[in-house]
Structures are given as C-alpha cells and as structure tokens.
C-alpha cells in the first residue's frame, strides 16, 4: 500500500459538515480514500499533531469552500501546509462568494468546481477530477482489494475496530454519529481500549436499528454487523412500542398541563367569589330621584347612569366626580344606560317609548330618537361591534336597530 494512506484531505468548515460527509461517502464507494476530521481524529488526539500528520499521508486536498469556509482561521493553516508541500488542491464551491485572506492568495488562481445551488449533482464531477490528480485506475483495483486497504489511522496505542455493514447505515458510537457506511465496504476506527455502546441505524429505515455493548478487542478483528436481522418482527415491534409510549407520554404531558391549567383557573374564579366584597368609594350622588341602571365604560374609567329623574348622568370611576352637566331630553322615567364597546356613545332607554343615542364626550344627543315602540322601553345596549342596538320594552316585543346611512356610525 506504500507510506500514503489516504488518497484525499477534505478541508471544510464544521457547519459544512454534511457536504463532506457526502463527499467522503460518494468518493469511498469509488475507492478513492478520504481523510475527514470528524470521523478520523481519535477522541484524546491533538487535533494539529493528527491533521499535519493526515496531510502529510494524502496525495491531494479538496477544499469544501463556503462562506463560512471563508471566514474560518482554522483552514488557513492546513491550505497552507498542502501548498508548501505541493499537493493538489480543488476547491469544491458550495457559493460564489469571493476568496478572502489566505484563501484569496491560495485558492484563486487553481481550478475550480462550482457546486452551487445543488452539490450532490456535482459529486460525478468531483470525482472524475479526483481521479485524474491522484491518477486512480479503476479497473486496476477491485471493490474488495480496495476496501481492504481502506485503512484510515494506524496507531499503535489504539486499538482498532473494523466493520462492514450489510447495507446503508449510519454508526453512532456512544451516541454520537460517527460515520456513514455504506454496504459491503470496510471501515475501520481507532478507539481506545475500554467499553463503548455502538448502534447501527438504517438510512433507509429509522426504525431499523441495533444497539450492541461489548468490550474492545485487543487484537484487529472485522466485525460483521447483519443489519438485516433488525427488520424482524420482533424489533419492529418494539420500536412501534417505545413510539406508542412516547406519543402517550406527551399525551399525559399535554393533558395533565391542561387539567393544572383548569384547576388554576376554577381556584381563582372560586377564590374571587368567596370573597367578602366591600364599598370601595363613596356613593355618587347626584339624582334626585330613583337610579334604575348604572354601569362600566369599556375601559372601566366611566360609570353611566339612569333615573327617574328623566336624566343620564355620566361619573369618573375613580373620584366619584360628576362629569359635564346630566344628559337631558327624556321625557319619562330613564330605564337603562349603556356604553357602546368603543366608549365614545351611550344608548339610553326610556318610559317615553323611545331609545336616544348620546356622544359620551359632549353629551349631546346623536339623531333622531329611536321610535317604533308602543309602551315603555325598559333596556337598551349596543352589539359587541357596535354597529346596532337591541331593545326590550313592556310592548312585550325585542327589536333590533342599524344606522347605515349615519356619518357618526362608520360602515353602518
């Protein structure tokens, strides 16, 4: 196999990290052997000793170039460590961004492939290019002598797992994803003696998984993991119970919330009501006869009322005070007084069988009033839009009133 071990270095931005992996796979299933950071650093290495050393074993670099390639410090130093060795660099463009700094003197006057919008189109490409640099002749080698030297670390104080799937998956290794195998090729991991959980998750089915602990073995050793066996009906079986448990789980979550929220809001409806009330301000006083009605303005500011005095009288919620002199034109007995829901009118009913409307800020009277019942008009009050009103009268009759064509009453 000779002193080079990889045949490509792949320098990219971590953000970038699912391009290269991409790559690293697609030129893998070609037999062109990568070296990628995230998968080929042993946890517990220092990160410059393993990329001056993975650089000085490849015949070439791609360079994954990015806008967050072009801002990163890190790549400066391995560009420039391929350079003074005179090895071969394609710059594989994810963005049409200029180069900037290291990268501009580095990287502008060497080929290029634009890879933008879509990368993986541009895989075939790559690869072809690839090959050329680092002179690779596929009908020279098989699949299975070239997976068999497709050996990344050789480091005698790890030891070393290698594992062939028998087809498409992604490997974790405590939990972390560690690589993406592809069927009937050889991978192999430098790890540290010692126990490790490793799992093996189908790219064609997230439900095809199996999970396996065992202790490393102190000799080099292939570990044939049969995928297959994971789509059994018993494991599809338990993943359909661990998904059913947790659909069940959030339900109780979200039903449970739900019950504390209602509980929240009967114990403070109940504890508002339990309440002994008290008079929070002196009377307003001001009739001179019986008040029939009185009631809030929407924002709670105003208080309305009716008399049999035959007037409206407007008050300040907060002092108590009179505001403007009392609304007179009635001429009966003032059943009811309302805010309309924006505060600007007051709709009043009367013993004289007609209904006023009122501006709540002058306190004059808007129009007409409103005739059309045949004894006394006991309630009156506007719609949640403000656009009519409805009336109740002893003529044992309910009607309903619009203004559409009332310049005070927008929309109609």
């Given at each position: 196999?000779?002193?080079?071990?990889?045949?490509?270095?792949?320098s990219?931005?971590?953000?970038?990290?699912?391009?290269?992996?991409?790559?690293?796979?697609y030129?893998?299933?070609?037999?062109?052997?990568?070296f990628?950071?995230?998968?080929?650093i042993?946890?517990?290495?220092?990160?410059a000793?393993?990329?001056?050393?993975?650089?000085d074993?490849?015949?070439?670099?791609?360079?994954?170039?990015?806008?967050?390639?072009?801002?990163?410090?890190?790549v400066?130093?391995?560009?420039?460590?391929?350079a003074?060795?005179?090895?071969?660099i394609l710059?594989?463009?994810l963005?049409?961004?200029?180069?900037?700094g290291?990268?501009?003197?580095?990287?502008?006057?060497?080929?290029w492939?634009?890879?933008?919008p879509?990368?993986?189109?541009?895989?075939?490409?790559?690869?072809?290019?690839?090959?050329?640099?680092?002179?690779?002749?596929?009908?020279?080698?098989?699949?299975?002598?070239?997976?068999?030297?497709?050996?990344?670390i050789?480091?005698?104080?790890l030891?070393?797992?290698?594992?062939?799937a028998?087809?498409?998956?992604?490997f974790y290794?405590?939990?972390?994803?560690?690589?993406?195998?592809?069927?009937?090729?050889?991978?192999?991991f430098?790890l540290a003696?010692?126990?490790?959980?490793l799992?093996?998750v189908?790219?064609?089915n997230?439900?095809?998984?199996?999970?396996?602990?065992?202790e490393?073995?102190?000799?080099?050793k292939?570990?044939?993991?049969?995928?297959s066996?994971?789509?059994?009906?018993r494991?599809?079986?338990?993943a359909?119970?661990?998904?059913?448990?947790?659909?069940?789980?959030?339900?109780?979550?979200?039903?449970?919330?739900?019950n504390?929220?209602?509980?929240?809001?009967?114990?403070?409806e109940r504890?508002?009501?339990?309440?002994?009330?008290?008079q929070i301000s002196?009377?307003?006083?001001?009739h001179?006869s019986?008040?029939?009605?009185?009631a809030f303005?929407?924002?709670?500011?105003r208080?309305?009322?009716a008399?049999?005095?035959?007037?409206?009288?407007i008050?300040?919620?907060?002092?108590?005070?009179?505001?403007?002199n009392?609304?007179?034109?009635?001429?009966g007995?003032?059943?009811?007084?309302?805010f309309?829901?924006d505060?600007?009118?007051?709709?009043?009913?009367?013993?004289?069988r007609?209904?006023?409307?009122?501006?709540?800020?002058?306190?004059?009277?808007?129009?007409?009033?409103l005739?059309?019942?045949?004894?006394?008009?006991?309630?009156?009050?506007?719609?949640?839009?403000?656009?009519?009103i409805?009336?109740?009268?002893?003529?044992?009759?309910?009607?309903i009133?619009?203004?559409?064509?009332?310049?005070?009453?927008?929309?109609?």
């Amino acid at each position: 196999m000779g002193e080079t071990i990889y045949d490509v270095f792949i320098s990219y931005s971590s953000k970038d990290q699912k391009v290269a992996e991409g790559i690293c796979a697609y030129l893998e299933q070609r037999h062109i052997r990568c070296f990628v950071a995230f998968r080929d650093i042993p946890k517990g290495k220092v990160w410059a000793s393993a990329i001056v050393e993975a650089l000085d074993a490849s015949h070439m670099m791609i360079v994954v170039f990015s806008k967050n390639f072009n801002i990163s410090e890190q790549v400066d130093r391995e560009i420039e460590l391929a350079a003074e060795d005179h090895k071969p660099i394609l710059t594989f463009r994810l963005s049409n961004d200029a180069f900037k700094g290291a990268k501009k003197y580095y990287l502008k006057n060497i080929n290029w492939i634009d890879a933008f919008p879509e990368p993986d189109k541009c895989f075939g490409e790559l690869a072809e290019e690839v090959g050329k640099l680092i002179d690779i002749s596929h009908d020279d080698f098989s699949l299975e002598e070239r997976a068999e030297e497709n050996i990344f670390i050789a480091n005698s104080a790890l030891s070393c797992l290698k594992v062939k799937a028998d087809m498409n998956c992604i490997f974790y290794i405590d939990g972390e994803e560690c690589a993406h195998l592809k069927a009937g090729i050889i991978q192999k991991f430098p790890l540290a003696k010692g126990e490790y959980e490793l799992m093996f998750v189908s790219e064609d089915n997230d439900d095809d998984r199996l999970e396996l602990e065992f202790e490393m073995p102190e000799v080099d050793k292939l570990q044939k993991v049969n995928l297959s066996e994971t789509r059994n009906a018993r494991l599809q079986k338990e993943a359909e119970a661990r998904r059913i448990a947790k659909e069940e789980e959030r339900k109780h979550e979200t039903e449970q919330k739900a019950n504390e929220e209602r509980k929240r809001c009967e114990e403070e409806e109940r504890a508002w009501y339990t309440k002994t009330l008290e008079q929070i301000s002196n009377p307003l006083v001001g009739h001179i006869s019986l008040v029939e009605s009185a009631a809030f303005s929407p924002d709670g500011r105003r208080i309305v009322s009716a008399s049999a005095d035959n007037t409206i009288r407007i008050w300040d919620a907060q002092t108590g005070k009179q505001i403007g002199n009392p609304l007179e034109g009635h001429k009966g007995c003032v059943f009811s007084a309302a805010f309309s829901p924006d505060g600007k009118r007051i709709v009043s009913a009367s013993d004289d069988r007609a209904i006023r409307i009122w501006d709540a800020q002058t306190g004059k009277q808007i129009g007409n009033p409103l005739e059309g019942h045949t004894d006394g008009v006991y309630s009156a009050s506007f719609s949640p839009d403000g656009k009519r009103i409805v009336s109740a009268s002893s003529d044992k009759t309910i009607r309903i009133w619009g203004f559409p064509d009332s310049p005070w009453f927008p929309n109609g």
